[in-house]
């Protein structure tokens, strides 16, 4: 049995870093165990110009300096922090143009543009109705540009059930999206489903200079559980993300392909940070907190299927796909966790007395990271 992983440093392709305070609470796990991270743009406001993405970029650099300075952190420590490197990532409303578009691709900060449907999840009230109708003209400046488009990949139709609204993104937008604009690098975000799946695997190609068309990130939530666990022993608000978690056979359709090997598939833990008694309330927030613990919930996903085995598949996944899908470098240096119970925190600090309660909170899990260099 495999006792050590080591690894290029990992990036996080898909992470909510919220700010102010929250953003001061929260950065530094991320910056602990990954070298970069798509960084999403869902603010009150939401970040919807290159101007700010540039400023968000710099509150969170200059939260992780104030955690370096006043955090318990050893000098190794801080060192891997300070190499931290957020990725910038516009919001795409009505009103982007493709100048704004032609402005991120020359800006070398902002790496995206997100779609979220209007009304999917948290803070996407401002996000697009009618992708085609309205942004056709900002979609065609991205293939130009080859700006990736991210996609939170669920339609709104209150008359299409929560666990089929994935499903049914892919036949009503997805379809329609890759015909009318072949040559859009597109991010399949957060996928939970065996029809995602599918439809990336069979749908990727690769544009003029060899880069991948289309991808998908999976979460760790996704690949180790099903629906089950949001009604394990009662109903689990901690467990409840956007899109849902689904059954089991859509569980293992992730698992199939995180472990392919397939360039298509990376890592992106979508962690979402909201303060314990914003889960726990009448009507809880969306999201699901993993940064602090994500890469050993990766590992014992891929234990399971006995992946892991193979650590190259689990560095691909990890480390090795998304810069290839961005055309940024591998990551230097060293990432290494060794087989070590531990077990993870009921709460975590944070702006509220409540504090954070992450996923997997009470657990027991097999891998600690000992090293990011």
């Known amino acids: ?16 870093l919220r700010d102010g305070e929250a953003l001061e609470c929260v950065v530094a796990a991320t910056a602990l165990n990954f070298r970069r991270a798509i960084v999403m743009p869902n603010l009150r406001p939401p970040v919807t110009t ?87 003209a900002v979609l065609h400046a991205m293939e130009e540009h080859g700006v990736p488009l991210l996609v939170h990949g669920e339609v709104t139709d209150t008359d299409v059930d929560v666990f089929d609204r994935e499903a049914a993104f892919v036949e009503t937008v997805m379809r329609p999206l890759r015909t009318r604009f072949p040559n859009l690098r597109v991010v399949f975000e957060h996928i939970t489903t065996e029809q995602a799946a599918t439809f990336v695997t069979e749908n990727s190609g690769r544009d003029s200079q060899g880069r991948l068309l289309l991808a998908a990130t999976i979460t760790p939530q ?16 901690h467990w409840y993300c956007l899109p849902v ?11 199939k392909a995180a472990t392919s090997g397939l360039p298509q598939f990376f890592l992106g833990t979508d962690s979402a940070p909201h303060a314990k008694h914003l889960k726990e309330m009448s009507c809880g927030c969306a999201g699901c907190y ?27 996944f990890c480390s090795l796909n998304g810069p290839a899908f961005y055309g940024l470098p591998v990551n230097e240096g060293a990432f290494v966790m060794q087989r070590k119970k531990f077990e993870v925190p009921t709460s975590l600090p944070f702006v509220t007395e409540s ?14 990271v000992t090293r990011l260099v």
């Open 290 to 316: 993993s940064a602090p613990y994500a890469m050993a919930m990766y590992a014992e996903a891929f234990e399971q299927v006995g992946a892991l085995n193979d650590v190259s598949l689990f560095e691909q």
């Open 222 to 237: 996704h690949l180790l559980y099903n629906r089950n666990a949001l009604f394990k022993g009662g109903l689990q608000p």
């Open 355 to 368: 504090g954070i309660v992450p996923l997997r909170a009470g657990e027991t899990l097999d891998w600690t």
């Open 245 to 255: 978690l689904k059954r089991e056979v859509h569980r293992k359709a992730l698992l």
């Open 1 to 16: 049995m495999i006792q050590t992983i080591q690894i290029a440093p990992p990036d996080d392709w898909h992470l909510h």
């Open 50 to 136: 290159v101007d700010q993405a540039v400023a968000y970029r710099g509150r969170i650099l200059a939260a992780i300096e104030k955690a370096c300075a006043t955090g318990n952190y050893t000098v190794e420590e801080k060192a891997a922090m300070r190499r931290f490197d957020p990725l910038m990532v516009l919001y795409l409303t009505g009103a982007t143009s493709p100048h704004e578009i032609e402005k991120a691709a020359n800006s070398g900060v902002v790496k995206a543009v997100k779609l979220y449907p209007a009304g999917a999840t948290t803070n996407s009230d401002a996000g697009v109705s009618d992708l085609l109708g309205q942004c056709g």
